[in-house]
């Protein structure tokens, strides 16, 4: 029979262990503790339902919230910048970032613009050359998101917010090769490729795909 007691006093932990009438002692450090308790924690299994198509990642945390990186299946948007609509206009290729509550409700938009190849950890991330996004991080304004039942419907999420209206909130020339202001970004990319962004417009930065799904800062 054996019996384990782990004993805290003014700092000092000390297990003691009680085996065959033999008692031993031994001195642990806060940390050791905290990863044994961890350790021991039975975790049930996690379902996602069915993810959306393209989804790239699906991460669940203890609190609840769940985070999904999408990439957008298309190199096409109808996009809008103040009044001014643009039909079919090329983009980058975008990936999108979300946390769902247990409610279902999303907060934390993010939008990156990774290279032209088949997504891996080390693809390489560029500058996202418009409005609206700052580092990685994509402001909505008041516009409302709806809640989510399914994984599988956030595939319509990313349209959604590629046509919401376009403005100058946290949009810079420096953002892009040609130190264009927005509308005339605009007008030069409409009867071009998409290839065209990484060849004319966008600037590379030290962040991977990788480091996207994480949430990590955009560097």
Sequence with gaps: MSELIIRIKEGNITVEECKNGITSFKPITPDSLLACINHSILRGSISSGLLPRNCLSFTSGDNGVREVVIMHPENRADIK?????????????????????????????????????????????????????????????????????????????????????????N????????????RALLEFMKGRPPEAYYSDVLIPCVSTLEDFIAGRHMQ
Excluded: W
Excluded at 126 to 143: D, E, K, M
Excluded at 171 to 182: A, H, I, R
């Design 81 to 169: 910048y103040f009044e001014t609509e643009y039909k079919n206009f090329p983009i980058m290729r975008c990936v999108f970032g979300f946390n769902v509550s247990n409610e279902g409700r999303i907060s934390g938009c993010r939008l990156g613009v990774i290279a032209d190849e088949r997504p891996r950890p080390t693809t390489p991330m560029f500058v996202y050359p418009f409005g609206n996004v700052n580092g990685f991080s994509l402001c909505i304004g008041n516009n409302p998101l709806p809640h989510v039942k399914s994984f599988h419907t956030m595939e319509s999420l990313t349209y959604h917010l590629l046509s919401l209206p376009h403005n100058n909130h």
């Design 171 to 182: 949009f810079t020339s420096q953002n892009n090769k040609l130190g264009f202001e927005q």
